[in-house]
């Protein structure tokens, strides 16, 4: 393991002091004047064009994969058509005619479509190869903890699909649920019924069951990663009951500061617009620790393969910050990447060295406790 030098010192120690600090309200159950169910069940209630989406992502994930087996090639081509929906190459008709794509969704997060088609490209262009991934090398590497895990993996040992998830997560799904609600902040009391149509729409593409987190059946994604991580942040809770609060109060006239009585936000749903926003945010950050944890442990259990992976999914997470509605800070955003180093094959994976870079991560979002 390398040593870690007293130039990262300096630089942790200054980002610390500049780095932006931003808190996020936890849910605490609050009396409501107008009663709220415990599962998102609501009349009207419509997400199916985010179940679209999501099955979508599903199948071009699935379409990615196959090149983490040496030997399968990937088609690039097949990836860019997927991600604008031409040419019937989804495995049903549903999907195919359904006119969505996800093309259309990240035209406006700065880089993110252009990221994801690149990353699409260099899949089908690297998949050719016919050699395992080593240092220097693009190709397949295997896991020697977990059975018939590999990935293909850039020749600094960046792991594809993972910079694919993490910008599809951040750059895709979690941009809209925050500018959807972040926009109905604004609305009127005379758009309830629109307000009701999009705060629908958010939740479906926080890919949940409508009884979660009691219920986690089929659940991916952000819903994934923030059951996984409810013992650690509590997220899980705090996302779910300000959609059900907000959904309810949007139904009973509660939907500004100004429209309630008495005069709290606490159940208003511009609270909990701000709140799920802000639990996003803070649910990225959280996750961007917990992968390098997790590469960490696969690294003292000599799997270099799974670490670069969880390696690759941290720096794809922070990296997708730069999509996020209102925490993109591109030059401290970067300082911190710059700490993953450029090839992942000469990572340190010394306590001393991956704490700091807990420890900066969780500053940009208040983190008292990065261990987890």
């Not at 089908?124 to 993996?153: I, K, M, N, R, W």
């Amino acid at each position: 393991m390398k040593k870690i030098n007293a130039a990262f010192i300096i630089f942790v120690t200054t980002l610390f002091c500049w780095s932006c600090t931003k808190q996020v309200t936890s849910y605490v159950p609050v009396e409501t004047p107008f009663a709220y169910p415990t599962t998102y069940n609501f009349q009207g209630v419509n997400y199916a064009n985010q179940t679209t989406i999501l099955a979508m992502t599903d199948e071009i994930m699935s379409a990615i994969d196959q090149g983490n087996t040496q030997g399968i090639v990937v088609d690039s081509a097949k990836l860019r058509a997927m991600f604008n929906n031409t040419g019937s190459n989804f495995s049903s008709a549903a999907l195919n005619n359904s006119g969505l794509n996800l093309a259309s969704l990240c035209n406006i997060p700065a880089g993110a479509q252009t990221y994801i088609l690149q990353s699409m490209d260099s899949i089908g262009a690297f998949s050719h190869s016919v050699v395992p991934g080593s240092d220097g090398v693009t190709g397949v590497g295997v896991s020697t903890t977990e059975p018939g895990v590999s990935y293909l993996q850039r020749s600094d040992g960046f792991v594809y699909r993972e910079l694919v998830k993490t910008s599809i997560m951040e750059g895709i799904l979690a941009y809209q649920i925050q500018t959807i609600l972040k926009d109905s902040i604004n609305t009127s009391v005379a758009l309830a019924p629109t307000l009701a149509t999009n705060w629908d729409a958010a939740f479906g593409y926080f890919d949940v069951p409508t009884g979660f987190p009691t219920d986690t059946t089929g659940s991916n994604y952000w819903g994934r990663y923030s059951k996984n991580l409810s013992a650690a942040l509590g997220l899980d809770t705090t996302i779910m009951n300000n959609f059900l609060i907000g959904r309810a109060a949007i139904n009973n006239g509660y939907i500004l500061a100004s429209n309630a009585v008495p005069t709290t936000v606490n159940y208003a749903a511009i609270q909990d617009a701000n709140n799920i926003i802000g639990a996003f945010d803070r649910l990225v950050v959280g996750a961007a620790i917990h992968e390098l944890t997790e590469a960490q442990v696969k690294d003292s259990l000599a799997d270099p393969v799974v670490a670069r992976a969880y390696l690759s999914s941290s720096w794809g997470f922070i990296h997708s910050l730069n999509y996020s509605v209102d925490l993109a800070n591109p030059g401290q955003i970067n300082s911190i990447l710059a700490t993953y180093g450029t090839d992942l094959y000469n990572f340190n994976y010394s306590y001393q060295h991956v704490d700091s870079i807990k420890t900066v991560i969780g500053n940009l979002y208040g983190f008292t406790n990065t261990a987890f």
